[in-house]
């Protein structure tokens, strides 16, 4: 696997676990991060970073970046920001 697919699976993995974190589908979250920017501007360049971290910790920090981008988003599905 190279760079860029280990980044695309990390990506997914993002979307996907947050998605579960929130009750919603991957097509919400991966919706909701496109309108904002967030895949090419957020979890690509924080990849060599976050992806060092626990799932926990990363799903953590892209709900905080969804609820800075989208309060309303984030506060309808439940979670805390």
Do not use: W
Request: aromatic share 12%.
């Amino acid at each position: 696997m190279n760079q860029a697919q280990r980044e695309t699976e990390f990506v997914i993995f993002c979307i996907e676990n947050t998605a579960l974190r929130l009750g919603v589908s991957g097509a919400e979250v991966y919706r909701e991060l496109q309108q904002a920017n967030g895949i090419s501007g957020y979890l690509y360049p924080s990849f060599p970073t976050l992806h060092t971290q626990s799932k926990e910790y990363i799903v953590d920090e892209i709900i905080q970046y969804l609820a800075r981008i989208n309060p309303a988003f984030v506060r309808k599905k439940g979670a805390v920001a």
